[in-house]
C-alpha cells in the first residue's frame, strides 16, 4: 500500500511529493462563491480567493495614549471602526477567508526610513516622532514589537491570523505581503482599517496596480481627516481602483 505523499507548500499553491515523486499540478480547492452588491454593480467571487487586510488598527493611531492623541487629533474618529470590525472578522474567519493584520512597525534602528518620511511625523525635528518614546508610557513610536504598533486591545488576533509589518502608507512597499497572498493563492482583497484616505488607499492602490481584485468595507474603515477626503477617496475607488461595499452586504450574500 503506498503512502500518502508529503504536503509542500499551503494549498492551492502546493506540491505532494514523496522519495520517487513529485506532483506539481497544483489541484484547485473548491470554490466557495459568493455574490456581493456594491455601490456600482453585484460582484460574484470565490472567498477561497480571498483575504482581508485590517489596515493600521494599532494603539499609536487608535488608542487615547497613542501618538496621534498625543499630538492632538481626535482618534475617536479612528476608532469607529472598531464595533463594526468586531462583529465583522468572526465571520470571515467562519468562512475561511484569511485575516491579514498590516501595522506600521519600523526598524528600532530606522535604516530603511528616509528623512522626508521622518519628516512627516517629526516637522519640527524638536516633537515626539518615529522611534521616540511617547511620554505617557514610554512606548517607542511605531517601532515593530512595541506597544505603539500593536493592535487595539478591542480587536482580537487569532493564531492562525497573519501579520505583516509596513513601513510606508502602503503595506505593499517593501514588505512581504504581495509574497504571502500570491502564495496563498488570494486574487480578491477586502479592505479595511484607518486612515481610509491614507494607509488604506495607498495599499489598495497597489493592490490595484499588482493586480489584485479590491473591494473596499466602508464601514469597516475610518479616518481623522475631513469628510471630503473620505468622499474623494470612495469616489476613486468606485471610479478607478475597484469596489464599495460594507459589511452588512457581505453578511447578506454569506447568510448569516
Known amino acids: 500500500m503506498s503512502q500518502p505523499k508529503t504536503v509542500l507548500g499551503v494549498p492551492p499553491n502546493a506540491w505532494f511529493v514523496d522519495e520517487t515523486t513529485a506532483d506539481l499540478s497544483r489541484p ?3 470554490p466557495t462563491l459568493v455574490s456581493i452588491k456594491t455601490d456600482t454593480k453585484c460582484v460574484r467571487l470565490d472567498l477561497k480567493k480571498s483575504a482581508l487586510l485590517v489596515i ?3 494603539n499609536d493611531f487608535c488608542h487615547p495614549d497613542g501618538w496621534l492623541a498625543h499630538i492632538g487629533v481626535d482618534v475617536s474618529l479612528a476608532r469607529d471602526a472598531i464595533a463594526p470590525l468586531q462583529k465583522f472578522l468572526p465571520i470571515m474567519r467562519q468562512n475561511g477567508v484569511p485575516i491579514v493584520w498590516v501595522n506600521w512597525g519600523n526598524r528600532p534602528d530606522l535604516f530603511n526610513i528616509s528623512p522626508a518620511i521622518r519628516h512627516v511625523y517629526n516637522p519640527s525635528g524638536m516633537g515626539v516622532g518615529l ?3 511617547l511620554p505617557k508610557n514610554q512606548a517607542p513610536v511605531l517601532i515593530k ?3 505603539a504598533s500593536a493592535v487595539v486591545d478591542e480587536l482580537e ?3 492562525e491570523d497573519i501579520s505583516v509589518d509596513k513601513y510606508r502608507m502602503s503595506g505593499f512597499w517593501d514588505t512581504p505581503l ?3 497572498l500570491r502564495n496563498l493563492g488570494k486574487t480578491t482583497l ?4 484607518v486612515n481610509v484616505d491614507q494607509c488604506v488607499m495607498a495599499t489598495l492602490q497597489d493592490a490595484n496596480f499588482l493586480g489584485y481584485d479590491c473591494i473596499l468595507i466602508h464601514d469597516c474603515t475610518a479616518t481623522t481627516s475631513p469628510d471630503y477626503c473620505v468622499q474623494a477617496t470612495l469616489y476613486n475607488v468606485r471610479q478607478c481602483f475597484g469596489f464599495v461595499t460594507d459589511s452588512t452586504e457581505i453578511c447578506t450574500a454569506l447568510k448569516v
Not at 190 to 193: E, Y
Open 131 to 133: 522611534g521616540d518614546l
Open 157 to 159: 488576533k487569532h493564531p
Open 190 to 193: 477586502f479592505f479595511a482599517g
Open 145 to 147: 514589537d512595541s506597544w
Open 178 to 180: 504581495d509574497s504571502i
Open 56 to 58: 493600521d488598527m494599532q
Open 28 to 30: 484547485p480547492l473548491e
